[in-house]
Nanobody, 115 residues
């Protein structure tokens, strides 16, 4: 069973920064993509950022210029560096790892942006 585990969430003030981590029990080289999504209370889960096997990345317009997705192949871990955080970034952040055959979600990590 493939495991996906997010960490790094917490409470941060507006304008602050956080780095989320997503550790996968597979070699990152075996994945098609790794992506971050988020879900705020009462809202649908939405796309945040993606890292493709080719090395390309993409971001939601709402986070472009503030969030950066990266990975450490040696640690089988992807990261989401978030800066200039806003209250509307408050959500549970989920990591999704996709292989040729299936996709795997983590349990999520809570990010709360509030003063």
């Amino acid at each position: 069973q493939v495991q996906v585990v997010e960490s790094g969430g917490g409470l941060v003030q507006p304008g602050g920064s956080l780095r989320l981590s997503c550790e996968v029990s597979l070699s990152l080289g075996s994945l098609m993509t790794m992506a971050w999504y988020r879900q705020a209370p009462g809202n649908q889960r939405e796309f945040v950022a993606i890292f493709r096997r080719s090395g390309g990345t993409a971001y939601a317009d709402s986070v472009k210029g503030r969030f950066i997705i990266s990975r450490d192949n040696a640690k089988n871990t992807a990261y989401l560096q978030m800066k200039s955080l806003k209250p509307e970034d408050t959500a549970v952040y989920y990591c999704k790892a996709t292989t040729w055959e299936s996709e795997y979600w983590g349990q999520g990590t809570q990010v709360t942006v509030s003063s």
